[in-house]
């Protein structure tokens, strides 16, 4: 029976083995990301967490749009991805956390929203890490689940068939994020992007 610490160690391992070329593997996605944050409709002095922020890739946008009275923080618990985004220098943007997004060093509802780009799919239990997500976003506070590729065109990249069950398929993406306390409000998923968009109940 595989415990958390087994799920932490097979995420890590996973990423570590990719970090140091994880943004060279993906060099044009960039304004993707710029185009998924301008859809998270931040303010200026906005409160924002990149939650399994990885390389970063998603911090320079995100400072851009709270501006320099606001607070970006990025999350991840593979060292190597949080080393790698240090040298690309992505820490002028935002601070990084070695953290687990599944119990966030964060006060409740300190938050104004939440961006995570390629986390959901690596989640043990995504309707309580999606829970606790919400738990550091204020009431009315939105969250982004984000990627550069869509549903069928990233199985085709990765070799494997989206089954029913796909957790990113709206059927079920829209009950997982209700029972977790978000509210979703608009769906893609299409060959050049997957963004679902939601807010916090309450
Ligand atoms: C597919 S990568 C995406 C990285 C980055 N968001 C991007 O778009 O380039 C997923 C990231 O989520 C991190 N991750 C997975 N589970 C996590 C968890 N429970 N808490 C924090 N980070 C996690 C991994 O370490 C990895 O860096």
Redesign the pocket.
């Known amino acids: 029976m595989r415990n958390m610490s087994d799920?932490?160690t097979h995420?890590?391992e996973?990423?570590t083995a990719?970090?140091a070329d994880?943004?060279s593997r993906?060099p044009d996605?960039g304004p993707a990301?710029a185009a998924a944050v301008a859809d998270l409709r931040l303010r200026e002095g906005d409160r924002v967490l990149?939650?399994?922020?990885?390389?970063?890739?998603?911090l320079p946008p995100l400072r851009a749009a709270v501006g320099p009275s606001g607070v970006v923080l990025g999350?991840?618990?593979?060292p190597a991805?949080?080393r790698a985004a240090a040298e690309a220098g992505r820490d002028r943007h935002g601070r990084l956390l070695l953290?687990?997004?599944?119990a966030l060093p964060l006060r409740s509802g300190s938050l104004d929203a939440v961006f995570?780009?390629?986390?959901i799919?690596?989640?043990?239990r995504p309707a309580d890490?999606l829970r606790e997500l919400a738990r550091g976003v204020r009431g009315g506070g939105t969250l982004a689940l984000?990627?550069?590729v869509g549903r069928a065109a990233l199985a085709a990249r990765q070799g494997r068939r989206i089954t029913p069950d796909d957790l990113r398929a709206e059927p079920n993406l829209r009950p997982l994020l209700a029972r977790s306390g978000w509210r979703m409000t608009s769906y893609v998923d299409e060959d050049a992007r997957f963004l679902a968009l939601a807010v916090r109940e309450g």
């Open positions: 799920d932490h995420v890590q996973f990423f990719r970090a994880w943004d993906f996605d990301y990149d939650a399994g922020c990885g390389t970063g890739r998603a999350a991840d618990l593979t991805m949080l953290a687990d997004v599944s995570a780009a390629g986390l799919a690596h989640l043990p890490n984000f990627h550069p």
